[in-house]
Nanobody, 126 residues
Framework: VQLVESGGGSVQPGASLRLSCVASGSTFSSFVIGWLRQFLRKERLFVAA????????YYADSVKVRFTIARDNAKNTVNLQMNSLKPEDTAEYYCAAHVRWGIVVPKTGPERYQYWGQGTQVTVSS
């Protein structure tokens, strides 16, 4: 599966952004989709994940309540709605895929994902 992220940008603290991940090449509904982020060259950190059906979601504590992950399998798209953005949310955001929920949740390391997009930059600064 090929993944392409979009929607990043530069915003002020407190603003909102919606990131999108569009998939092609395979049956999108076969994949669990996660969002992870990486600040400079540090380790990629888990942000959120959503089941193949969209019936379950899982979030990092740092974004719970502020971020919402949702998917539309008919459009091969997963969105990450980010509200109340903080400077510490600044990072390159990646979507990633795996076929099994139990592999990527609750252990959420980036090495657990099979496929990756190229990333989209989010900068939160006043």
């Amino acid at each position: 599966v090929q993944l392409v992220e979009s929607g990043g940008g530069s915003v002020q603290p407190g603003a909102s952004l919606r990131l999108s991940c569009v998939a092609s090449g395979s049956t999108f509904s076969s994949f669990v989709i996660g969002w992870l982020r990486q600040f400079l060259r540090k380790e990629r950190l888990f942000v959120a994940a959503i089941r193949r059906s969209g019936g379950s979601t899982y979030y990092a504590d740092s974004v719970k309540v502020r971020f919402t992950i949702a998917r539309d399998n008919a459009k091969n798209t997963v969105n990450l709605q980010m509200n109340s953005l903080k400077p510490e949310d600044t990072a390159e955001y990646y979507c990633a895929a795996h076929v099994r929920w139990g592999i990527v949740v609750p252990k959420t390391g980036p090495e657990r994902y099979q496929y990756w997009g190229q990333g989209t930059q989010v900068t939160v600064s006043s």
